[in-house]
């Protein structure tokens, strides 16, 4: 092949790889599935779509491997397989997501909360072994002889009153000047592990202070009741082993009998 025939045949593909470039395919066609994409382009004066199996394109011109459409016209309606669709010109538009209703929110949160009301209950009825009855202050002053009962660890959603844990078991013991007095906190502490508890003081002591740690039962008492070192009413406690508390001047025995 001579020199100038060989220019000429690159000058050629040049223009077409140009022409090609320049060509906008911009389209999306709705209704329709990704297994059933073709090709769809303009050159600025007619629009060509590929011709595949069930495609049919209303007032188009059948040309080998494309069906042309004169002119660039925004969208275009044809038929794929019997079903209309339509070939649109520009970007497909980004799908929003549903609005939830605020209705449904609420009552899906009322819902929720039903069911875990109903656990709770059913848990609560079910457990093995019931919080002891409230001891007598004579008893508590006199310790019993014996080891503790073991219980069952269990852990129980907030705001619901919970089950006998261990004594022993490390969680975390709160208290808030919304509980107003020692006696209110370690009353709800006792409960917490199955425990008795007598505040054999002449008056409640208020609370000013807001704590929380974690901690077994004993502990976390032992850490409340050193905060009225420095106060005017100092106290401690006694602890019993038929699962009695007794909270005492820092000064009185435990054991009456010392």
Not at 192 to 197: A, C, F, H, I, N
Request: proline share 9%; aromatic share 6%; hydrophobic share 45%.
């Amino acid at each position: 092949m001579k020199l100038p025939s060989i220019i000429a045949t690159l000058l050629l593909a040049a223009v077409s790889a140009g022409a090609y470039a320049a060509n906008d395919r911009s389209y999306y066609v709705t209704e329709l599935s990704p297994q059933q994409k073709f090709d769809v382009y303009n050159d600025g004066r007619n629009t060509f779509l590929q011709s595949i199996p069930g495609l049919v394109v209303g007032g188009a011109t059948a040309d080998g491997e494309f069906f042309i459409v004169k002119g660039v016209p925004a969208s275009i309606r044809g038929f794929m397989n019997g079903k209309p669709i339509t070939i649109m010109r520009g970007t497909p538009p980004v799908p929003r997501p549903a609005a939830v209703e605020p209705h449904n929110v609420n009552a899906e949160l009322k819902r929720l909360t039903d069911e875990l009301a109903a656990l709770s209950s059913k848990a609560a009825a079910t457990a093995p072994g019931a919080a002891p009855a409230a001891a007598p202050a004579a008893r508590a002053a006199v310790p019993a002889t014996g080891a503790a009962a073991a219980r069952t660890p269990l852990v129980l959603p907030a705001g619901t009153e919970p089950k006998i844990l261990s004594a022993s078991d490390v969680v975390v013991y709160q208290v808030t000047p919304a509980q107003h007095d020692l006696r209110t906190v370690i009353g709800h502490w006792a409960r917490l592990v199955g425990w008795t508890s007598v505040w054999d003081i002449e008056r409640d002591i208020p609370i000013n202070m807001a704590d929380a740690k974690e901690n077994d039962f004993r502990s976390a008492v032992r850490r409340l009741l050193a905060a009225t070192e420095f106060g005017d009413l100092p106290a401690k406690p006694c602890f019993y082993s038929n699962n009695v508390i007794r909270v005492v001047r820092k000064t009185t025995k435990c054991n009456p009998n010392e």
